[in-house]
């Protein structure tokens, strides 16, 4: 499979909503679907670096990455948001590729930790990759956030 990584554009909005709604709920969809036609950037809602990254294959959008720091942060950490592979691609090294990318952004950044908030069932994903269990959990409705972060050496 070949498959294109390059930037998120106005018209890939209706598949990465999809693909965030099929993987993480309709209520994450529609938040994501408002920010990911932000035109977030420096000085603007906090925020001083977004990047967004989509795959696609023949043309069809089937993953997403963002990669973000807000002014509030600590200067040397960057976070990973709106992450999703459409579930018919999983377990094909995208989503590793993804978050890859992502750090790679921190890195040239001048970043050295790098932050995701996950479900549980995630942790796994997160961990084959370095990052580490912070403490920090946050329940909200029906499920829970795990902050996990990796050190970039």
Known sequence: MEFS???????DLGACVKIISDTMGKGRARRAG???LAKLGPGEKGYS???RKVVTLKGKVIALVCVYRLNAHPKNVMGIDWFAVDRKYWRKGLGTRLVRWAMAQAKASKKNTVFVWSTKKSIPFYEKLGFARSGMDIVRESRTSVLLVKRLD
Do not use: G, P, T, W
């Open 5 to 11: 990584f390059r930037n998120f554009q106005r018209k």
């Open 49 to 51: 670096f977004v990047k």
């Open 34 to 36: 408002a920010d990911l």
